[in-house]
């Protein structure tokens, strides 16, 4: 422990060594150089002090929302800076170094920094910096509608132009704009949708986190085929340590009574009928499955007593649980619904051409449609936040899809 926090407070030291160099390469003013290092070295210590009290028994507060956005905000565009500002470094190492071996006589070894360079470093800094202050006062609530035609060769007739909305992740212990909430709410019941989705992660760990947001909740309308709903793994309580076993599992059960509080039909590790006509096609929902946080989802026994030619959609939480398990499974499931990624909440969309995230390095499908072996997944971005108190290039979003009888679009 002490080593990493060594290693830590060296990285900071550096950024922050080349953060004023920076600064001092633009301006000789002692007044602007003093105030710019006692707001740096005040954003370190409530950062520091806000991380050293931080409670696992309490859970994410919106203390720790503002500690973790002002950590993003002071770190990363420092980061990009010591980034160029190194790069000249090397640069003028290698100049330095030339020059001294060619014999040419010079009043230092190394070249004095440009200010040219010092402009262009700053520059690059400005763009995370006012992304990270846009993502947490506008994208956090820039609700997306997003629209999907899916095609299907075994669809039952009667569904054709079936229509499904879906959100994930709501995350309702991060809120705290209750006319953004209303408004999304309201983007949902726009859409004329058959059957209503919500893919996991209802809180952030505690159930009380719900209970401000109840009566929102119910304002969704409801659905001709039913409003469904799965666990995702913040639900389960795992990442606070509690009193008992006893206050984990009171939190757990109350968590799922939750659903039927905002009338979702919650599906745990099991399916249901949706039938319409003469047709039926199978809704399947099971509890988080993941690699990394948590599993308890049994997809085998949601799937009991169901043939591989039937009609399957498959909510579960984690995407990773269709890359490793449902994508070659013999029941073959036409169609999954995941959440869980939000995108990392950062990255980058030009949609039809370019989408990029951290979080495309830790799982395969990440966000929007994916198809393999003649299955779809679409891993929705997420309708709330997590940790980070904002949102920037991944908005938040609500899914419309479409069921249409033809040959699957690869």
């Given at each position: 422990?002490?080593?990493?926090?060594?290693?830590?407070f060296i990285?900071?030291?550096?950024v922050e060594?080349?953060?004023?160099?920076?600064?001092?390469?633009?301006?000789?003013?002692?007044?602007?150089?003093?105030s710019?290092i006692?707001?740096?070295?005040?954003?370190?210590?409530?950062?520091?002090?806000?991380?050293?009290?931080?409670?696992?028994?309490?859970?994410?507060?919106?203390?720790?929302?503002?500690?973790?956005?002002?950590?993003?905000?002071?770190?990363?565009?420092k980061?990009?800076?010591?980034?160029?500002?190194l790069?000249?470094?090397?640069?003028r190492?290698?100049?330095g170094?030339v020059?001294?071996f060619?014999?040419?006589?010079?009043?230092?070894?190394?070249?004095n920094?440009?200010?040219?360079?010092?402009?262009v470093?700053?520059?690059?800094?400005?763009v995370?910096f006012l992304?990270?202050?846009?993502?947490?006062?506008?994208g956090?609530?820039n609700f997306?509608?997003?629209r999907?035609?899916?095609?299907?060769p075994?669809?039952?007739?009667?569904?054709?132009?079936?229509?499904?909305?879906?959100?994930?992740?709501?995350h309702?212990?991060s809120?705290?704009?209750?006319?953004?909430i209303?408004y999304?709410?309201d983007l949902i019941?726009?859409q004329e949708?058959d059957?209503?989705?919500?893919?996991?992660?209802?809180?952030?760990?505690?159930?009380?986190?719900?209970?401000?947001?109840?009566?929102?909740?119910?304002?969704?309308?409801?659905?001709e085929?039913?409003k469904?709903s799965?666990?995702?793994?913040?639900d389960?309580?795992?990442?606070?340590d509690?009193k008992?076993?006893?206050a984990?599992?009171?939190?757990f059960i109350a968590i799922?009574?939750?659903h039927?509080?905002?009338?979702?039909?919650?599906?745990?590790?099991e399916?249901?009928?949706?039938?319409?006509?003469n047709?039926?096609?199978a809704?399947?929902g099971?509890?988080?499955?993941g690699?990394h946080?948590?599993?308890?989802?049994?997809?085998?026994?949601a799937?009991?007593?169901?043939?591989?030619?039937?009609?399957?959609i498959?909510?579960?939480?984690?995407?990773?649980?269709?890359e490793?398990i449902?994508?070659?499974h013999p029941?073959?499931?036409?169609?999954?619904?995941?959440?869980?990624?939000?995108?990392?909440?950062?990255?980058?969309?030009i949609p039809?051409?370019?989408?990029?995230?951290?979080?495309?390095?830790?799982?395969?499908?990440?966000?929007?449609?994916?198809q393999?072996?003649g299955?779809?997944i679409y891993?929705n971005?997420?309708?709330?936040?997590?940790?980070?108190?904002?949102?920037?290039?991944?908005m938040?979003?609500?899914?419309?899809f479409?069921?249409k009888?033809?040959?699957?679009?690869a």
């Open positions: 422990m002490a080593f990493r926090l060594l290693i830590v990285i900071v030291a550096i060594v080349y953060a004023f160099q920076a600064i001092k390469t633009l301006t000789k003013s002692k007044w602007i150089l003093i710019y006692v707001v740096s070295l005040a954003a370190i210590i409530f950062i520091t002090y806000q991380i050293l009290k931080f409670d696992r028994s309490v859970g994410q507060t919106k203390m720790t929302l503002i500690t973790l956005g002002l950590l993003l905000l002071v770190l990363l565009p980061i990009v800076l010591t980034f160029v500002m790069l000249e470094d090397v640069l190492l290698l100049m170094t020059t001294h060619m014999g040419h006589n010079t009043d230092s070894f190394l070249p920094r440009r200010k040219f360079v010092s402009q470093a700053l520059g690059l800094a400005a995370p992304s990270l202050i846009y993502g947490m006062t506008i956090k609530y997306k509608v997003l999907q035609t899916l095609f299907f075994d669809l039952p007739d009667a569904f054709e132009g079936f229509k499904i909305t879906q959100i994930s992740d709501i309702s212990g809120f705290d704009n209750e006319e953004k209303r999304a709410i019941n726009e949708a059957l209503f989705l919500f893919t996991g992660d209802i809180v952030n760990a505690k159930a009380d986190e719900m209970h401000p947001w109840i009566e929102i909740f119910n304002g969704i309308k409801k659905y085929y039913g469904y799965i666990l995702g793994n913040h389960y309580g795992a990442y606070l509690w008992s076993e006893k984990k599992e009171e939190n799922k009574d939750l039927r509080q905002i009338d979702f039909k919650l599906m745990l590790n399916h249901t009928k949706i039938k319409k006509g047709d039926e096609i809704l399947i099971v509890e988080n499955w690699r946080f948590g599993n308890n989802g049994d997809i085998n026994k799937t009991e007593n169901l043939n591989p030619e039937d009609f399957k498959l909510m579960s939480h984690d995407p990773s649980h269709w490793y449902v994508k070659k029941k073959n499931i036409q169609l999954t619904l995941s959440g869980h990624t939000h995108g990392m909440q950062f990255g980058i969309e039809g051409y370019f989408k990029w995230s951290l979080a495309q390095y830790m799982y395969k499908q990440w966000a929007g449609l994916y393999e072996f299955r779809y891993v971005r997420g309708f709330g936040f997590h940790a980070y108190p904002g949102r920037v290039g991944i938040p979003e609500i899914t419309v479409e069921l009888k033809g040959n699957i679009v």
